[in-house]
């Protein structure tokens, strides 16, 4: 578990980093949008939802989401993918694959 929490954290770090560089942020406005549409899916327990937003400390969390959601959308849009075969798996004289 320790390798996968470690790749875990280089990966939101090489996020937040490509988004410092980029200038990926989020407005006021578009933090508030992000608060009433989580609100209205929560139905009855929108005006809970509003409370928790309303302290600094989840805001900026959801700020912090909205950034790396941005900067994600961002790296797709300029991905060059290729598309490749896999490589045929191998059989030894045993019949095993490798």
């Known amino acids: 578990m320790e390798a996968r929490a470690t790749r875990q954290v280089q990966a939101t770090l ?4 490509i988004s410092q560089l980029e200038k990926i942020e989020v407005s006021d406005k578009e933090l508030q949008d992000r608060i009433e549409h989580l609100a209205r899916a929560a139905g009855e327990r929108g005006k809970t939802v509003r409370d928790i937003y309303s302290r600094p400390d989840p805001r900026e969390e959801l700020r912090a989401q909205i950034v790396s959601d941005y900067t994600l959308g961002f790296l797709l849009e300029r991905a060059m993918v290729k598309e490749v075969d896999p490589p045929a798996a191998k059989v030894d004289e045993k019949g095993k694959k490798s």
């Not at 090489?14 to 980093?17: G, M, R, T, V």
């Open 14 to 17: 090489l996020i937040e980093k």
